[in-house]
């Protein structure tokens, strides 16, 4: 039945190595990859999704879920096991792919639409629709290259979205334009579920998968832990992140990058950092606008040092900081402090700020500023996300939490 | 075997407008920014053709003898040329055709048969474009081969089988190692000089000769010449061996393809 989805025994392994001596021979004779050779990022994967079905995928960084929705949309193909979708499948992963800035949006709508395998006369009769929801109806004929990059998103998930798939694979980053239009796509996408789309969301947003999904699949080091449930999930979950957060005090992609994001002279480090709920201690990637959230921080005191200040900052994804304090400015001050003790502090706040992604950094100087006697200065020790659910959408980088009040 | 031939044709049918998308963004992307544009599509080939069209009329000896037949060099070089380009483009074309659609493949999901289509497209072109400059050439010199012109798409597609044949086997390890298109590059560089395109066959020893019939390109020459200069029907022997060897070579590259597809795409 179209919408339905099937994983059995599903595992994909990539190669370590570039294999050498005699690869040409096992090549042609069409031998693959050597089995000794690789490393599973996915293996034993199975599930069954009934047509219609809203299913939500969650799991740490590295899991495999990049790697799951490549099986599901045929990008990739399995190291062992089967895969199958039933029917048309549509994934909002890369939304703009297949458009060329020399042409109009009008031949752009053709030329994408056409490569997601929508036959001409479909877009022919549903162009009108297309450009409607997309609000482009003054600029259509106008080339690509002058649109704005929210313009261009906006055609591209109307495009992707302009026929309704038996199977739609949604990844959190969907970021389409303002959050007006982003509702408008969410209750497309919403509509298309009562109208009997299975639906795969990828994300790390509770609210946003316990709003749509009835089920949630777990994935951790490449293995399905849980299927069932989202409200349980959640709580394996939260334990797998507290414990995956304990393994990486430093997030592994800065340390890859190879840039110096850590300095300082090393008198004092911290030696964990952890974003959690105020209330409940539940470890978070993922914060609700407004949310009461403790940054907690152990540091490592390794000389004796008379005064300690400890800072903290929140950076956009431009690296500007929008929120920066320390213990100093809080007149809270730390030391003398001997060496080998070990201190455990938390910053306590509200996530008033915009939705987006946001890096925590931190700092320990001797004085409030940070450029002299620097202990260690990290400059992301730390990434989130803030997202908004609910009621009083807002735009900008400050959650300014306005009402609206009639006046007399 | 059968089954995914005509999911094949029938993905080719379904995809027919983004093909011809694609073909005429190739088309006009190519002379973008110039400013007579398409025109250039017309005006390259002519400038070939009208070259050694002059050189070899005013400057070089334009006659020669092949066989018991005495005929100008122009038309000779010029048909041989029309099947070399073609042939040289297309391989190079349809070798890198996994490579070069990487972004593509990686991100979307579409019948991947389409991509020798896709890159065969302008290919194509000049050929038809080249073609029918050379031929309008041979009706102002007086020398229009006739009836014989109805071979030309049997040519065409015996050429076709061979280059798409041989391409699919080059294209699978071209993604393991770009090594293969450098090293096509150079090996067309000694088959230009391996095939009778602008010496006639009758100047090499005959051992070579029986040497050089082993050279699919050799048979595609004699028969374009034999259609476009000699105005009759090619030899079979020069229409069947680069078809037949193509689809033999087509056939494994296929299966070939279909074995490494998933280490492919890893590769890419």
């Given at each position: 039945?179209?919408?339905?989805?099937?994983?059995?025994?599903?595992?994909?392994?990539?190669?370590?190595n570039?294999?050498?001596?005699?690869?040409?021979?096992?090549?042609?004779?069409?031998?693959?990859?050597?089995?000794?050779?690789?490393?599973?990022?996915?293996?034993?994967?199975?599930?069954a999704?009934?047509?219609?079905?809203?299913?939500?995928?969650?799991?740490?960084?590295?899991?495999?879920?990049?790697?799951?929705?490549?099986?599901?949309?045929?990008?990739?193909?399995?190291?062992?096991?089967?895969?199958?979708?039933?029917?048309r499948?549509?994934?909002?992963?890369?939304?703009?792919?297949?458009?060329?800035?020399?042409?109009?949006?009008?031949?752009?709508?053709?030329?994408?639409?056409q490569?997601?395998?929508?036959?001409?006369?479909?877009?022919?009769?549903?162009?009108?629709?297309?450009?409607?929801?997309?609000?482009?109806?003054?600029?259509?004929?106008?080339?690509?290259?002058?649109?704005?990059s929210?313009?261009?998103?906006?055609?591209?998930?109307?495009?992707?979205?302009?026929?309704?798939?038996d199977?739609?694979?949604?990844?959190?980053?969907?970021?389409?334009?303002?959050v007006?239009?982003?509702?408008?796509?969410?209750?497309?996408?919403?509509?298309?579920?009562?109208?009997?789309?299975?639906?795969l969301?990828?994300?790390?947003?509770?609210?946003?998968?316990?709003?749509?999904?009835?089920?949630?699949?777990?994935?951790?080091?490449?293995?399905?832990?849980?299927?069932?449930?989202?409200?349980?999930a959640?709580?394996?979950?939260?334990?797998?992140?507290?414990q995956?957060?304990?393994?990486?005090?430093?997030?592994?992609?800065?340390?890859?990058?190879?840039?110096?994001?850590?300095?300082?002279?090393?008198?004092?480090?911290?030696?964990r950092?952890?974003?959690?709920?105020?209330?409940?201690?539940?470890?978070?990637q993922?914060v609700?606008?407004?949310?009461?959230?403790?940054?907690?921080?152990?540091?490592?005191?390794?000389?004796?040092?008379d005064?300690?200040?400890?800072?903290?900052?929140?950076?956009?994804?431009?690296?500007?900081?929008?929120y920066?304090?320390?213990?100093?400015?809080?007149?809270?001050?730390?030391?003398?402090?001997?060496?080998?003790?070990?201190?455990?502090?938390a910053?306590?706040?509200?996530?008033?700020?915009?939705?987006?992604?946001?890096?925590?950094?931190?700092?320990?100087t001797?004085?409030?500023?940070?450029?002299?006697?620097n202990?260690?200065w990290?400059?992301?020790?730390?990434?989130?996300?803030?997202?908004?659910?609910?009621p009083?959408l807002?735009e900008?980088?400050?959650?300014?939490?306005?009402?609206?009040?009639?006046?007399? | 075997?059968?089954?995914?031939?005509?999911?094949?044709?029938?993905?080719?049918w379904?995809?027919?407008?983004?093909v011809?998308?694609?073909?005429?963004?190739?088309?006009?992307?190519?002379?973008?920014?110039?400013?007579?544009g398409?025109?250039?599509?017309?005006?390259?080939?002519?400038?070939?053709?009208?070259?050694?069209?002059?050189?070899?009329?005013?400057?070089?000896?334009?006659?020669?003898?092949?066989?018991?037949?005495?005929?100008?060099?122009?038309?000779?070089?010029?048909?041989?040329?029309?099947?070399?380009?073609?042939?040289?483009?297309?391989?190079?074309?349809?070798?890198?055709?996994?490579?070069?659609?990487?972004?593509?493949?990686?991100?979307?999901?579409?019948?991947?048969?389409?991509?020798?289509?896709l890159?065969?497209?302008?290919?194509?072109?000049?050929?038809?474009?080249?073609?029918?400059?050379?031929?309008?050439?041979?009706?102002?010199?007086?020398?229009?081969?006739?009836?014989?012109?109805?071979w030309?798409?049997?040519?065409?597609?015996?050429?076709?089988?061979w280059?798409?044949?041989?391409g699919?086997?080059?294209?699978?390890?071209h993604?393991?190692?770009?090594?293969?298109?450098?090293?096509?590059?150079?090996?067309?560089?000694?088959?230009?000089?391996?095939?009778?395109?602008?010496?006639?066959?009758?100047?090499?020893?005959?051992?070579?000769?029986?040497?050089?019939?082993?050279?699919?390109?050799?048979?595609?020459?004699?028969?374009?010449?034999?259609?476009?200069?000699?105005?009759?029907?090619?030899?079979?022997?020069?229409?069947?061996?680069?078809a037949?060897?193509?689809?033999?070579?087509?056939?494994?590259?296929?299966?070939?393809?279909?074995?490494?597809?998933?280490?492919?795409?890893?590769?890419?």
């Open positions: 039945m179209n919408g339905s989805v099937l994983a059995h025994d599903l595992g994909k392994a990539y190669a370590t570039r294999p050498g001596a005699g690869r040409w021979w096992r090549l042609l004779r069409g031998i693959s990859q050597d089995p000794a050779d690789r490393r599973w990022v996915l293996r034993h994967v199975s599930f999704l009934r047509p219609g079905e809203s299913v939500g995928v969650i799991g740490v960084n590295g899991a495999g879920k990049s790697t799951l929705l490549k099986l599901l949309v045929g990008t990739s193909l399995p190291s062992e096991g089967q895969v199958h979708c039933q029917g499948v549509v994934a909002l992963l890369e939304l703009g792919f297949g458009f060329h800035p020399q042409f109009s949006g009008r031949d752009n709508i053709f030329l994408a639409g490569l997601l395998g929508h036959a001409r006369h479909e877009l022919q009769e549903r162009l009108q629709a297309i450009v409607e929801f997309a609000e482009l109806q003054d600029s259509i004929d106008e080339p690509l290259r002058v649109y704005s929210g313009m261009q998103m906006r055609l591209a998930f109307s495009v992707a979205t302009a026929l309704r798939p199977v739609l694979i949604v990844d959190e980053a969907l970021s389409v334009g303002d007006a239009f982003q509702q408008k796509c969410f209750d497309r996408i919403r509509a298309f579920k009562q109208a009997g789309t299975t639906l969301l990828v994300s790390h947003d509770k609210n946003a998968i316990t709003q749509v999904c009835e089920r949630v699949l777990l994935l951790n080091h490449g293995q399905l832990v849980f299927d069932g449930d989202p409200v349980p959640f709580d394996l979950y939260n334990a797998l992140l507290a995956h957060q304990k393994d990486h005090a430093v997030p592994q992609d800065h340390l890859q990058s190879g840039q110096a994001l850590v300095s300082g002279t090393g008198e004092a480090v911290v030696r950092a952890s974003l959690c709920d105020a209330a409940t201690g539940t470890p978070l993922v609700n606008v407004g949310q009461a959230v403790r940054l907690e921080l152990e540091i490592d005191v390794r000389q004796p040092l005064r300690l200040v400890v800072g903290m900052g929140l950076k956009d994804r431009m690296g500007q900081v929008v920066g304090t320390n213990s100093f400015y809080l007149q809270h001050p730390i030391g003398p402090c001997r060496q080998g003790q070990r201190l455990r502090l910053f306590e706040f509200q996530m008033q700020l915009g939705v987006g992604e946001y890096t925590v950094q931190t700092a320990l001797a004085s409030e500023h940070h450029l002299e006697r202990y260690e990290n400059a992301a020790i730390l990434k989130l996300t803030v997202v908004h659910s609910g009083g807002f900008g980088m400050a959650h300014l939490d306005a009402r609206l009040v009639q006046m007399e | 075997m059968l089954s995914s031939w005509s999911q094949a044709t029938l993905a080719l379904r995809y027919r407008g983004f011809w998308h694609q073909w005429w963004h190739e088309f006009r992307a190519r002379y973008q920014g110039t400013g007579l398409m025109f250039w599509h017309v005006l390259q080939p002519l400038t070939m053709l009208l070259v050694y069209a002059l050189v070899f009329s005013e400057i070089m000896a334009s006659r020669m003898k092949i066989g018991d037949q005495t005929i100008a060099y122009t038309p000779y070089l010029c048909a041989g040329l029309l099947a070399w380009n073609y042939w040289s483009e297309g391989i190079t074309r349809v070798t890198q055709m996994y490579v070069e659609s990487a972004p593509m493949l990686k991100k979307i999901r579409f019948p991947r048969l389409l991509l020798p289509v890159v065969l497209g302008q290919s194509i072109l000049q050929f038809v474009m080249f073609g029918l400059l050379l031929l309008a050439y041979l009706a102002i010199v007086g020398a229009w081969p006739g009836w014989a012109l109805l030309l798409p049997v040519l065409w597609l015996s050429l076709t089988l280059i798409v044949g041989l699919s086997v080059l294209s699978v390890l993604v393991f190692s770009r090594d293969v298109g450098q090293l096509l590059g150079s090996a067309m560089q000694w088959w230009f000089w391996l095939t009778p395109v602008v010496y006639p066959i009758t100047v090499l020893p005959p051992i070579v000769r029986d040497l050089m019939a082993l050279n699919p390109l050799f048979h595609v020459l004699q028969a374009f010449h034999a259609v476009l200069l000699g105005h009759r029907a090619p030899d079979p022997v020069h229409l069947l061996w680069p037949v060897l193509g689809m033999l070579l087509l056939l494994y590259g296929a299966w070939l393809t279909r074995r490494q597809m998933r280490d492919m795409l890893d590769a890419l």
